[in-house]
């Protein structure tokens, strides 16, 4: 069994493995399609820590092959997806039997072994199936489309509303589908010509670039009143001082990301507007929830970059995204097809 492991930074190496026996509650699952992210390149740089040695590979889909006992639901041959996030089992939520509040979240590749080898086997909840109607590629997006589903939550949101989403890449157009969706009113800032023109034929009708007129803009669109809340993706690059500009008094901000392409937040912005901050990583318990909206139609792929590969090479293909996060083609879907 091929297993991409990490062994210290940029030392990607192949190993052959032998798959551990399934278990009662376990099933085995053959990866057949793994989209290679922002995270998992970050992963392969340094710039997300995790101990090593560590498999990494943070989104993928598979069939199963094998199934334990006391698999309900679960049979021989489903595709599935495999969960990015699991419960860590140890804080006080999960020893409660509570784990839906976990403190600790695990994601695939950092904190547990993740996805780019051969075979899985997990427990049976952490694969869910997925119906005809949604594609590997729609799959692949299920963590993504579920922090956006975990945010419109947590903002307790009504339809109507104006927020801004400040980053208009892979994460960024995601969450505001969403918040379309659910008949939130996107505002999309980018600086990046190509992205906007993506928000725009996704069907995002407010776009606009971070410059002098941007404020003038935004007051435009939201009669004066400024943005219900607004949402920062890390990957965006755009100042994080930007957020409490678009947003009213006592309103909330969102970032959203990975941490360490964070910059430091001044005090002062939030004090100005008396704002709320909180953060939003994961998407832990949504993929049933995000699976139902991807039948109804809730997110479209079509004009993203997309690459479709059968004959890679991890190494090269993350060592070229780890050295080129900053590009603008930052937000192509590249998928490494692991079985033909």
């Not at 069939?63 to 495999?82: N, P, W």
Request: proline letters at 3%.
């Amino acid at each position: 069994m091929e297993n991409w492991i990490l062994t210290s930074v940029e030392n990607l190496v192949k190993e052959d493995t032998v798959s551990a026996p399934v278990e009662a509650g376990q099933v085995k699952v053959k990866v057949t399609h793994l989209l290679i992210s922002d995270f998992d390149a970050m992963l392969f740089s340094g710039g997300v820590p995790a101990e090593y040695p560590k498999t990494i590979g943070r989104f993928a889909v598979g069939m199963i092959t094998e199934v334990g006992e006391d698999c309900y639901g679960l049979e021989k041959g489903a595709r599935v997806y495999l969960k990015s996030t699991r419960s860590c089992g140890k804080c006080l939520a999960c020893k409660s039997g509570k784990s839906d509040n976990c403190e600790e979240i695990k994601i695939a590749g950092k904190d547990f072994d993740g996805f780019l080898r051969d075979f899985v086997v997990c427990n049976y909840n952490d694969v869910a199936v997925l119906p005809d109607a949604v594609d590997n590629l729609h799959a692949l997006c299920i963590e993504t489309a579920g922090i956006a589903e975990n945010i419109y939550d947590k903002l307790n949101l009504s339809a109507g509303q104006r927020v801004a989403v400040v980053g208009s890449d892979f994460t960024g157009n995601i969450i505001a589908q969403v918040l379309q969706y659910h008949k939130v009113i996107p505002i999309v800032i980018d600086n990046n010509p190509g992205n906007l023109e993506k928000a725009k034929k996704c069907g995002i009708y407010y776009s606009f670039t971070a410059d002098d007129d941007l404020v003038s803009n935004v007051m435009d669109a939201t009669s004066g009143e400024m943005c219900a809340a607004a949402i920062y993706s890390s990957a965006s690059k755009l100042p994080i001082s930007l957020p409490p500009r678009l947003v009213g008094k006592k309103k909330t901000v969102v970032l959203t990301g990975i941490p360490s392409q964070l910059t430091t937040l001044k005090a002062r912005d939030i004090l100005d507007k008396d704002l709320t901050y909180f953060s939003v990583s994961d998407a832990y318990g949504y993929s049933d929830a995000v699976i139902n909206m991807l039948l109804h139609g809730a997110v479209n792929l079509d004009y993203f970059d997309k690459e479709v590969i059968s004959e890679y090479d991890p190494v090269a293909i993350l060592k070229d995204r780890s050295e080129n996060l900053s590009s603008s083609n930052r937000g192509k879907m590249t998928i490494l097809k692991m079985i033909l």
